[in-house]
């Protein structure tokens, strides 16, 4: 399998188990032959939820759940004994919620990531993996500072980490994920209602949990430490994946939309890497991988740097016909 050789036979702890992440990652790791896969989150109705979803497949005698917060290092310090690999995906990222709660992100965005580290080191983790955002890059509201500063402590050199390799993935949204607007739609289709769209202008990444986890997986392979991964991947306007959706839904083409605004903390379009990053950046056939800016940068003194960011309005646009394809592809109005 393509990725065997770094999954076989290790103990993978999942923060933030029980999320669209943890379930889509258990599900890609079907395929390969992990000694345990460690499942941690503070929910435990979502941890019986989980366990009854996976109990009738092999894999279920390779997961264990384990209650816990990564605000306590104690407990997170516990769950990493003998453990391989991490992969840090707990945090509180809704950005309304985060508007209105910053310092509760702080806690778990920013304390959190530094409690995964510090037990990584401790237990002498051999790999530790981060999901971050877009959000992160250029952050205009507290959920995006707070995972900015997060990249920054799980890449930084604050603790001597000799064996554990840090590295992290950034993504844009994700569909089919939890806390969507697919189930908003949803309800105002079937009250034959408008469908809510922030700005017209609006556009976002769109990436699948599978193409999500591969990255993952990329990062994991490839990643000698202290890189930020990124996949490319196509943009859309909101307009147009709200017009494909409710065609598919419903069949009628031109479903009346209406324009909400823009909440608070929300950017009209998403960038993945900024064009500051750029400069120490290596572009891959389907990747950027962003290394560790020098603390002198001696290119950019002898050169003008007019590296464009890489963003979702300037990115390739799906069509609505393209939309469709891929809801179909995933299921989505099934």
């Known amino acids: 399998m393509k990725y065997s050789s770094i999954l076989d036979n290790h103990i993978i702890l999942i923060t933030g188990g029980t999320g669209s992440f943890g379930h889509q990652m258990v599900k890609e790791l079907m395929v390969y032959k992990p000694k345990s896969i460690r499942i941690f989150s503070r929910d435990e109705d979502k941890?019986?939820?989980?366990?009854?979803?996976?109990?009738?497949?092999?894999?279920?005698?390779?997961?264990?759940?384990?209650?816990?917060?990564?605000?306590?290092?104690?407990?997170?310090?516990?769950?990493?004994?003998?453990?391989?690999?991490?992969?840090?995906?707990?945090?509180?990222?809704?950005?309304?919620?985060?508007?209105?709660?910053?310092?509760?992100?702080?806690?778990?965005?920013?304390?959190?990531?530094?409690?995964?580290?510090?037990?990584?080191?401790?237990?002498?983790?051999?790999?530790?993996?981060?999901?971050?955002?877009?959000?992160?890059?250029?952050?205009?509201?507290?959920?995006?500072?707070?995972?900015?500063?997060?990249?920054?402590i799980i890449l930084s050199d604050d603790l001597t980490k000799d064996s554990t390799k840090f590295c992290c993935v950034r993504y844009g949204n994700v569909l089919g994920s939890r806390g969507s607007v697919i189930p908003l739609w949803n309800s105002k289709i079937d009250k034959k209602q408008p469908l809510p769209i922030t700005?017209?202008?609006?556009?976002?990444?769109?990436?699948?949990?599978?193409?999500?986890?591969?990255?993952?997986?990329?990062?994991?392979?490839?990643?000698?430490?202290?890189?930020?991964?990124?996949?490319?991947?196509?943009?859309a306007k909101m307009t147009d994946l709200a017009l494909a959706y409710a065609e598919l839904k419903t069949g009628k083409k031109n479903y009346?939309?209406?324009?909400?605004?823009?909440?608070?903390?929300?950017?009209?379009?998403?960038?993945?890497?900024?064009?500051?990053?750029?400069?120490?950046?290596?572009?891959?056939?389907?990747?950027?991988v962003i290394n560790k800016e020098e603390k002198i940068?001696?290119?950019?003194?002898?050169?003008?740097?007019?590296?464009?960011?890489?963003?979702?309005?300037?990115t390739k646009h799906l069509t609505i016909d393209e939309l469709k394809q891929t809801m179909k592809k995933l299921q989505w109005t099934t």
């Open 297 to 314: 940068d001696r290119f950019s003194a002898k050169n003008v740097i007019t590296h464009e960011q890489y963003g979702s309005s300037n």
């Open 199 to 235: 700005h017209k202008e609006m556009t976002r990444f769109l990436l699948t949990l599978s193409e999500a986890i591969d990255l993952v997986f990329y990062s994991l392979k490839h990643g000698k430490g202290g890189e930020i991964f990124v996949k490319k991947a196509p943009a």
């Open 47 to 152: 941890q019986y939820l989980m366990q009854d979803e996976f109990k009738s497949h092999p894999i279920s005698k390779k997961l264990d759940f384990l209650i816990g917060d990564v605000r306590d290092y104690d407990r997170i310090y516990a769950a990493s004994k003998d453990v391989d690999i991490i992969f840090h995906a707990a945090a509180l990222k809704q950005v309304p919620a985060v508007e209105s709660h910053p310092y509760e992100a702080v806690k778990t965005n920013i304390f959190g990531a530094y409690n995964v580290v510090k037990a990584s080191v401790a237990r002498k983790v051999k790999n530790v993996v981060a999901i971050s955002t877009d959000k992160a890059v250029k952050p205009v509201n507290a959920m995006g500072m707070t995972k900015a500063l997060q990249e920054k």
């Open 256 to 288: 009346p939309l209406e324009f909400i605004g823009i909440r608070a903390g929300e950017k009209i379009d998403e960038i993945l890497v900024s064009e500051e990053e750029m400069r120490h950046s290596i572009e891959r056939k389907d990747h950027f």
